[in-house]
């Protein structure tokens, strides 16, 4: 069964750091580019940061450039978010989300298939 | 990387067409086919529902379609059912190699 399971939720206070954790199976993981996505409470997704497969690229929303970092490693099929100089408003539940990664012949697909449960973040002091 | 806009909510008695529109720019929805649907029932994960603007995923029911007209994409759930009632989000890859989501739209069956 193909599955992801977040990890390493929890409260911090601001400027602090959490490290999150996705833990990847029932597919080879070297192969997809992966994303982390937000949601505050009662407030809609957000799309955070995705890596692809080799780890060569990496992409970040402007509300967490220079605050967050996005690594893999392809060995364990994980994926970690490094949460630095936390603040209120990155209080959330983070998804994990495989992107299909997908292509036939020169097109490719862009969209994520497969998501985790989630792992809530809260930031207070 | 301004949030897609959609409408806040739309509501439909059952067996009723319910569409929800999603409006980016030139830069996202208008840019190429790369346009999602998720639907996210209370309290779960998103689930995706339509994938390049109108493709549908195994298991989704025909009764989900997608469409797209210059930078506004569009959903209809044609057939409306009890278990159809979730907050529903577009998405679009953009010309900055990110994603950008909706503002989000809450489907109410009557």
């Known amino acids: 069964e193909v599955q992801l399971v977040e990890s390493g939720g929890g409260l911090a206070k601001p400027g602090g750091s959490l490290r999150l954790s996705c833990s990847a199976s029932g597919f080879t993981f070297s192969t997809y580019t992966m994303h982390w996505v937000r949601q505050a409470p009662g407030k809609g997704l957000e799309w955070v940061s995705s890596i692809n497969s080799d780890s060569r690229y990496t992409y970040y929303a402007d509300s967490v450039k220079g605050r967050f970092a996005l690594s893999r490693d392809n060995a364990r099929g994980s994926l970690f978010l490094q949460m630095n100089s936390l603040r209120a408003d990155d209080t959330a539940v983070y998804y994990c989300a495989r992107d299909t990664s997908r292509r036939a012949g020169f097109y490719y697909y862009y969209y994520m298939d497969v998501w985790g449960k989630g792992t809530t973040v809260t930031v207070s002091s | 990387q301004s949030a897609l806009t959609q409408p806040p909510s739309v509501s439909g008695s059952r067996g009723q067409s319910v569409t929800i529109s999603c409006t980016g720019t030139s830069s996202d929805v208008g840019s190429s086919n790369h346009v999602s649907w998720y639907q996210q029932p209370p309290g779960t994960a998103p689930k995706l529902v339509i994938y390049e603007v109108s493709d549908r995923p195994s298991g989704v029911p025909d009764r989900f379609s997608g469409s797209k007209s210059g930078n506004t994409a569009s959903l209809t759930i044609s057939g409306l059912q009890a278990e159809d009632e979730a907050d529903y989000y577009c998405?679009?890859?953009?010309?900055?190699?990110?994603?950008?989501f909706g503002t989000g739209t809450k489907v109410t069956v009557l």
């Open positions: 998405s679009s890859y953009t010309s900055s190699s990110t994603y950008v």
